[in-house]
């Protein structure tokens, strides 16, 4: 769906990434771990096109049918003064179209169905997220760049929305790329992670789990502590 090669870019004087590539196809959970002020997000912004990197390459597979990105930040970026569905049917009605039925069947997919007429305030933080990753979805977008997007939440609705994440990948062949501070979360949702440090990737690691095995019984399981040990390495390096 996308590759980015030799990524470089600066803020003024200042260059914040070196060298980071990565790549990720649909069905993928690729993940930027890595200490706070590291780049991560730079990396989204340039995925994004908000940015342009000074040096590398990003390509887009023009053969991806949907073809679309979407962003969901770390605060559900929602506007106030509008119902829950019109939020979700943001995407479509900046480019003309109704979009009704697309957001209902997004807000179902995200557990939601039936809070449409809701306002933003009335929602948890929880159903906040899923909103905005309701609207991630209902706008068609393939690629979804996701910006530390559940670490403002309580572990227990991490993990719900953990969980929410991984069905809704594998069922719609959703390919993300996926920002987070937490080697748990990166180790229990992702195909690949990789450890940044210094603008550059300072190692990758590919969770070999059982993704039939979900919830506290993956994350108790040995093979996911001998991922949690190789992240926390490669994150001391990185440091
Ligand atoms: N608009 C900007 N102007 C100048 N410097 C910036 C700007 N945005 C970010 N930076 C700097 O670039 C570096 C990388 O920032 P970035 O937000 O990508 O890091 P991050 O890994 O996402 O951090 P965090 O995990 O804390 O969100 C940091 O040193 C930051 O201070």
Known sequence: MMTARGLAFSYGGTQVLHDVGLSVVPGEVVTLLGPSGCGKSTVLRL????????????ERDRADPAGGTAFVFQRAALMPWASVLDNVRLPHRLSGRDGRADANAALEAVGLAGMGARYPH?????????????????????????????????????????????????????????????????AYLSTRVHVIGG?????????????????????????????????????????
């Open 122 to 186: 009335s929602l948890s933080g929880g159903q906040r997220m899923r909103v905005s990753i309701a609207r991630a979805l209902a706008s068609g977008a393939s690629l979804i760049l996701m910006d530390e997007p559940f670490g403002a939440l309580d572990e227990i609705l991490r993990f719900r929305l953990n969980d929410l994440m991984l069905t809704l990948v594998a069922e719609r062949s959703l390919g993300v790329v996926f920002v987070t501070h937490s080697l748990f979360e990166a």
């Open 47 to 58: 995925l994004a096109g908000l940015e342009t990197p000074h040096s590398g390459v990003i």
């Open 199 to 239: 603008g550059r990737v300072v190692g990758t690691v590919e969770p070999a789990l059982d993704r039939r095995v979900t919830g506290g019984q993956q994350r108790a399981s040995t093979a996911f502590g001998t991922v949690v040990a190789a992240l926390s390495t490669l994150l001391e390096q990185a440091a």
